[in-house]
């Protein structure tokens, strides 16, 4: 098991950035590939990104290719989601997901979670 800790959410006006972290800690890190899902209220967890534990792949929706960046400091244990040009669509409770059975966006692939951070993207 991995524990894991999101913080760098909040409230930021559309068109704003944000960077999110999440720091792992209890099983090595880079061993694991990491994800970013969220959710919307009223909507049910959706894929964001992913980053493979090595660093190189990674995977997006669509909905977000071109304005998020992830990516890992394995020496650091920790994964960053860079968002740009946030829309008020973005709005949603993030989490952090580490898993170690393939790079993919299917939340069954990863086993731990964090408790998540609230991103709020005003209009």
């Known amino acids: 098991q991995v524990q894991l800790v999101e913080s760098g959410g909040g409230l930021v006006q559309a068109g704003g950035s944000l960077r999110l972290s999440c720091v792992g800690s209890g099983r090595p890190f880079s061993n694991y590939n990491m994800g970013w899902f969220r959710q919307a209220p009223g909507k049910e967890r959706e894929f964001v990104a992913g980053i493979r534990w090595s660093g190189l792949d990674t995977l997006y929706t669509d909905s977000v290719k071109g304005r998020f960046t992830i990516s890992r400091d394995n020496a650091k244990s920790t994964v960053y989601l860079q968002m740009n040009s946030l829309k008020p669509e973005d709005t949603a409770v993030y989490y952090c997901?580490?898993?170690?059975?393939?790079?993919?966006?299917?939340?069954?692939?990863?086993?731990?979670w964090g408790q998540g951070t609230q991103v709020t993207v005003s209009s």
């Open positions: 997901a580490a898993g170690r059975s393939g790079l993919g966006s299917t939340a069954r692939l990863y086993d731990n």
